[in-house]
């Protein structure tokens, strides 16, 4: 019964699908560019591609919360998802040879993810919130382990995604033949590690912004519901 309220909750599965999207796009990006800094830039910066992906979150988790809380957690996230969309768009159109730019696109696209970063959790609460005022379903336990099995499973799509990369370029054994380093296996590479994060930050940014209905308006509708619910328990 539990499970099944949850498959008919809209913001809950809107929630799910885009967090496994969202940590799909963000281990693709650390597993793959490793591969991406190693043949296509020749270059040892890959570490410095991560810092600039994960720093700033260590700017806007001083603002994030006023800003979700000002302008509503759905559109900020949804937005900032959006513009790293665009980022990487632009960076596979771009198709640079300059790891100082590409380096600059990382910082662009952690900009854009870190507030769905750091509000995620707080999505998935509403979600959950919506689902005990809607259905009268208080079951914080299932509804947190499956939210996280989602999570989960955005692991394994970027697995895969990696995993299906590198079989096309001909890396086998831990090793990239050298008569397979063509300039089109480099192009591939470096396609991939732009469109693959722009198409996933994409997806998520529909979820959120159309699927997923927990506007500002409706968040503050929803507290006060909540608030008569447990009123009338006491």
Request: charged share 15%; with cysteine.
């Amino acid at each position: 019964k539990v499970i099944g309220t949850l498959f008919k909750s809209r913001p809950f599965v809107a929630v799910s699908l885009a967090s496994m999207l969202f940590l799909a796009a963000q281990m693709f990006q650390t597993g793959y560019y490793s591969y991406l800094f190693d043949y296509y830039f020749q270059s040892p910066m890959f570490m410095v591609s991560q810092v600039c992906i994960y720093l700033p979150v260590a700017v806007v988790m001083f603002f994030a919360t006023r800003m979700g809380n000002r302008f509503g957690r759905r559109d900020v996230c949804a937005y900032g998802i959006l513009f790293a969309s665009i980022v990487n768009f632009i960076l596979f159109f771009m198709h640079t040879h300059n790891v100082m730019i590409y380096l600059l696109f990382c910082l662009l696209t952690g900009i854009g993810t870190a507030f769905l970063f750091l509000l995620v959790w707080a999505l998935a609460a509403d979600s959950i919130d919506y689902n005990e005022v809607k259905y009268g379903l208080h079951d914080e336990a299932t509804s947190y382990s499956f939210y996280s099995f989602m999570r989960k499973l955005g692991q394994t799509v970027a697995a895969v995604l990696i995993n299906s990369v590198l079989l096309k370029i001909g890396y086998t054994d831990n090793v990239l033949n050298a008569a397979n380093i063509t300039p089109d296996v480099l192009d591939h590479m470096y396609n991939s590690s732009a469109l693959i994060p722009a198409v996933l930050f994409l997806l998520v940014f529909v979820l959120l912004r159309f699927v997923y209905p927990l506007s500002k308006e409706k968040i503050d509708a929803l507290q006060v519901e909540k608030e008569k619910i447990l009123s009338q328990k006491l």
